[in-house]
């Protein structure tokens, strides 16, 4: 009797101790949001960190969810979003809190964020009233959601809000630095045009002093019809553009087809919308240096 009483109150001190408690499971919507969140909470105790979307899935705009999805949804305490209507996936403004347990919290990496590129014309159908919502391909703008996130996490649990702020200024000093790089590479190219399959580079370009002279993509899963072809040659003759860029997630038919039509360079870029399960650390830093060194190699002679 002595020995199960003394295993009953191990058992019920474990589940109460700090080694016992239960994580907060800290979910990212999708790649790029959760390697920011990895990096930012790096060093906050009792934070467990999960995707939403599987890791490949890239640019998410004609994703729909799955059962295991909406399981991995109802586990999180904290939900860390792009927003400006990249996760259209979620459904309407408040479905998301409505998958999620009670006392759940939603983050959005674009409140209150200045600097975002307003598209009037609705070029791309997946705009948010018409904003770009591809924040995530852009260094100098990943430096400014770290700051976000590092800020709306010390506003949640205020125990360890030194350790987020930490983090958060930790990883944007990381960004500025590849944003710094961005800018000095596209200096270096001299205003060039481009042209994009969808406008995930826009923000990019701005970065880099680039011209983005059009989309081969302007609906998702649409491909150019013929006159849209003839039009665009007519386009990069006319504005002098300097490439077509294309991106791991799309088939590359059109851009390659473009490109030869007009004698210039296709040139597959990633914006690092989707990656690897095990990515390391530097896995942004390393993919867009690789994109730097692309385009030095096509423009900088």
């Known amino acids: 009797m002595k020995t199960f ?71 999180a305490d904290i939900l860390v979003i792009n927003g400006l209507g990249l996760e259209s996936f979620l459904g309407e403004s408040g479905r998301a809190g409505e998958l999620m347990k009670k006392g759940s919290l939603i983050i959005d990496l674009s409140r209150g964020m200045d600097g975002l590129i307003h598209d009037d014309a609705g070029q791309d159908e997946h705009n948010h009233q018409g904003v770009n919502p591809h924040i995530f391909a852009s260094p100098a703008m990943m430096e400014r959601m770290a700051l976000s996130l590092a800020r709306q996490l010390a506003e949640a649990d205020p125990e360890h809000a030194s350790l987020y702020e930490e983090g958060g200024r930790r990883t944007a000093a990381q960004y500025a630095a590849l944003a710094a790089e961005c800018r000095e590479t596209g200096a270096r190219l001299k205003d060039r045009g481009v042209l994009v399959q969808h406008d995930i580079f826009s923000y990019l370009a701005r970065d880099m002093g680039l011209r983005v002279d059009g989309v081969i993509r302007s609906q998702e899963g649409q491909e150019p019809s013929a006159r849209d072809m003839l039009n665009m040659v007519r386009a990069i003759r006319e504005k002098g553009t ?16 473009l490109a030869a039509e007009t004698g210039i360079p296709c040139l597959s870029l990633d914006p690092v919308a989707g990656g690897p399960e095990d990515a390391a650390p530097d896995y942004y830093e390393h993919v867009m240096r690789e994109n730097l060194r692309i385009l030095e190699n096509a423009f900088g002679n």
């Open 5 to 75: 009483l003394s295993l009953l109150f191990c058992l019920v001190l474990g589940l109460f101790s700090p080694a016992g408690a239960a994580a907060r499971d800290v979910t990212a919507s999708v790649f790029p949001v959760w390697l920011l969140l990895r990096e930012v909470t790096r060093d906050v105790p009792d934070t467990g960190v999960s995707l939403l979307l599987p890791a490949g899935t890239g640019c998410p705009h004609d994703y729909a969810m799955t059962p295991q999805d909406r399981r991995t949804l109802a586990r």
């Open 242 to 257: 300097a490439a077509v860029i294309t991106e791991p997630q799309y088939p590359d038919r059109t851009g390659r087809t």
